[in-house]
């Protein structure tokens, strides 16, 4: 009987699988999928699962205790000091447009009057301006109106979506469409040739490369969150995920290395 007992514990203990849970942004999430698939392939007992929903559900379920690891394009704010936020590459948020439109560049000012319908033209045509937004709980959002100094109820957009795939998706479809999306999404869809396009912003242009030097004003940080206090192989996965092993791949999701 003692031996079945050593036997079973043994044997439970060899086949134990821990289980990681991230939840949070679709700018983050592609990259974190990549990261745990190379992860898990270096160790059989870890199972990661990677979910979207957004940097508030991120953030909101690691201090509910919903995940393990919550995912945000953003850095901390004043209220999130019972988490930590670890910053895992910085990325930036580029003003989009169909590829067939011939509008270059795009000042702060003239974002301001089209997202709030006092612009409801491109001058190139006088077509109707469709105006995509993200939802509210997305970092991307919060990050476009407070360099614009509005409120969200200030915005009056045609479409609301969620993730930067569905922004792309949409704006394919619309030539007179105007949107805003992670500079990585952007830059790897228009090296793929989906029908989009990066235009400036003040005349700098929404690359890796600017955000990198600092000089694209809409520049933000990628963030893992977690608790304070974390398990063990919770924290293994999280020093793997910040370590300087992943350059290359952050630099091929078009985002920036911190180093």
Known sequence: MRLLI??????????????????GSSTVAPLMTEIAKAYELKNDNIRIDVQTGGSTKGVVDTRKGRNEIGMASRAAKSSENDLIFHTLALDGIAIIVHKDNPTQNITKSELITIYTGKQKQWPHNSKDISII??????????????????KN?????????????????T?????NGVGYVSIGTAEYHESIGTPIKRIQLEKITASTKNVKNASYPLSRKLSLVTKKDIPDHVKHFLDYSLSNEHEELIKGLYFVPLK
């Not at 045609?158 to 993730?163: A, K, L």
């Not at 704006?171 to 030539?175: H, I, K, Q, S, T």
């Open 171 to 175: 704006l394919m479809n619309l030539p």
């Open 133 to 150: 937004h993200k939802a509210e709980g997305r970092s991307t959002q919060e990050l476009f109106l407070a360099y614009l100094g509005l």
């Open 153 to 169: 109820s200030q915005i009056k957009a045609d479409i609301v979506i969620g993730d930067n795939e569905q922004a792309i998706k």
């Open 6 to 23: 050593v036997l079973y514990l043994f044997t439970f203990n060899v086949f134990a699988i821990d289980k990681i849970h991230l939840t």
